[in-house]
C-alpha cells in the first residue's frame, strides 16, 4: 500500500495540471468569441439606474445559488463551514453558467470540495441535491408560464403553442407528484451506482422550489430592466426559461447564439428593435456571465491557495465536535 502513495500523489498532480490546462483553454477560447469593444459600448451607453438595478440582482442571484449548496449542507449534514460553502457554490456555477457543466457543475465542485476535507459521497449528494433545486424552480415557473398562455410561439417554430402548453401542464403535474412523493412516499431512498439518495421533507422541498423560483425570477429581472419596461416582465421571463432549455439541449458555452435566437424569436411580435435586444442580451452576459467569471477565477486561485490550511483547521474543528460531552455546549 504505501508504495501505491508516491503514484497516487503523481497521478493526482498530472490530473491537477490537466485541469488548470482545461479550464485555461475554455476561458481564452470563451473570450474569444466576444465583441469586448461592443460589449463595453453597450454597457458605457446604458441607462444607470437599470445598470445599477441589474447588477444588484446579479449579485442576488449568485448569492441564492449559494443557497442551493447550503440546502445540499442541510440535506448532507456535513459541517464545512458556510462561508467556505457559499464559496465554492459562486465559484462552481460561475464557471457552469459560462464553460460547461463538467467543469464548473462537477469537475471544479469535486476539486474544491474534496480539498476542504469533504468525501466524495457527500460530495455527490449535495452537488445532486444543488441541481435539483436549480430544475425545481424551472420546473414550477415553466408549468406556470407555460400552461397559462402567457409565452407566444412564433408561427411554424419548434414548437407549437398548444404543444408549449401542454408541456406546461406536464411540468406542473411534475410539480406536484415531487411534492406528493416528498410528504407521502413510504419509500423513501433509492440507491443509484452505490450512492444513497433519500427524499426530502415536503417542507424542504417547498423550500428548494421557493428558492429556486426566486432565482429564475431574478433572472428574469436582469434581462426585462435591460429591455426595458416596454415588454411584459412575464414574457421575459417565459422566454428566458425556453433558451434554457434549448441551451441546455444545444450547449454552447454562455449560451452564446442560442440566447439570442430565442429571444429574437420569441420577441418578434413586441415594440421593440432586434438591435435592443441584442444589446441588452450583450450587457446581460457580461453582467451575469463573464463578470462572475472573472472574480470567480480570482476566488478559485485563493481557495486553492489556501485550501490545505482550510482543510486542517476543517478537520480540527470535526474532531472537536466528535468528541465533546453531552451535556457541554453540544
Not at 451575469?288 to 486553492?304: C, K, Q, S, V
Amino acid at each position: 500500500m504505501a508504495k501505491s502513495h508516491p503514484r497516487w500523489r503523481m497521478a493526482k498532480k498530472i490530473l491537477t495540471v490537466l485541469f488548470f490546462i482545461a479550464v485555461v483553454v475554455l476561458l481564452v477560447v470563451s473570450a474569444q468569441k466576444i465583441d469586448w469593444q461592443e460589449v463595453w459600448k453597450v454597457i458605457r451607453d446604458y441607462n444607470r439606474t437599470a445598470l445599477l438595478s441589474a447588477i444588484g440582482l446579479v449579485i442576488a442571484s449568485y448569492l441564492i445559488y449559494g443557497c442551493y449548496d447550503l440546502l445540499g449542507r442541510a440535506y448532507c449534514g456535513h459541517k464545512l463551514a458556510k462561508r467556505q460553502v457559499m464559496l465554492v457554490s459562486f465559484i462552481c456555477y460561475a464557471f457552469n453558467l459560462t464553460l460547461s457543466p463538467w467543469v464548473g457543475g462537477i469537475g471544479m465542485r469535486y476539486r474544491l470540495y474534496s480539498r476542504l476535507g469533504l468525501r466524495g459521497a457527500t460530495i455527490t449528494r449535495t452537488f445532486s441535491l444543488s441541481i435539483t433545486t436549480n430544475w425545481r424552480g424551472y420546473i414550477l415557473l415553466g408549468g406556470i408560464i407555460f400552461s397559462s398562455g402567457m409565452v407566444k410561439v412564433p408561427e411554424r417554430w419548434y414548437i407549437s403553442q398548444s404543444s408549449l402548453q401542454i408541456l406546461g401542464v406536464i411540468l406542473l403535474l411534475i410539480s406536484a407528484f415531487y411534492l406528493w412523493a416528498c410528504a407521502f412516499a413510504k419509500k423513501r431512498h433509492l440507491t443509484i451506482k452505490g450512492q444513497r439518495l433519500v427524499l426530502p421533507s415536503w417542507r424542504f422541498a417547498i423550500l428548494q422550489m421557493a428558492v429556486s423560483s426566486l432565482n429564475w425570477m431574478a433572472m428574469g429581472a436582469i434581462i426585462w430592466l435591460l429591455l426595458g419596461p416596454q415588454v411584459d416582465y412575464f414574457l421575459v421571463l417565459g422566454v428566458l426559461l425556453v433558451s434554457s432549455i434549448a441551451g441546455v439541449i444545444v450547449h454552447i458555452p454562455a449560451g452564446i447564439g442560442v440566447l439570442e435566437a430565442v429571444f429574437i424569436a420569441m420577441l418578434s411580435g413586441e415594440e421593440i428593435s432586434r438591435g435592443a435586444i441584442i444589446a441588452a442580451l450583450l450587457a446581460y452576459r457580461a453582467l451575469y456571465y463573464f463578470l462572475p467569471l472573472l472574480l470567480a477565477t480570482i476566488g478559485y486561485l485563493i481557495l486553492e491557495s489556501r485550501a490545505k490550511h482550510l482543510r486542517a483547521k476543517n478537520q480540527r474543528k470535526l474532531a472537536g465536535e466528535k468528541y465533546k460531552i453531552p451535556g457541554r455546549g453540544c
